[in-house]
């Protein structure tokens, strides 16, 4: 007795909505957000917004990055 085993605590982390540049208005502040089959790409600060048919096997950063091509078109 007395002897304690210690216990790997995993930490399960939750998928925080990470947070990009935005190529508009330069600041961290793009969030990418998937809501019921759309994605909606969106800057807090400047409000540039694009919003994306979801799209099995993509993750956020693809959004982001279709979301920097669209902006800087200026589409
Ligand atoms: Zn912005």
Redesign the pocket.
């Given at each position: 007795m007395g002897r304690r085993k210690r216990k790997v605590i995993r930490v399960v982390k939750k998928r925080l909505p990470k947070v990009y540049t935005?190529?508009?208005?330069?600041?961290v502040?793009?969030r990418v957000v998937v809501k019921k089959g759309k994605v909606t790409v969106s800057?807090?600060?400047?409000?540039?917004k694009k919003e994306y048919e979801f799209e099995k096997g993509l993750d956020p950063i693809d959004y982001y990055n279709r979301f920097v091509d669209d902006v800087s078109k200026g589409a």
């Open positions: 935005c190529p508009n208005c330069g600041y502040a793009v800057c807090g600060r400047c409000g540039e």
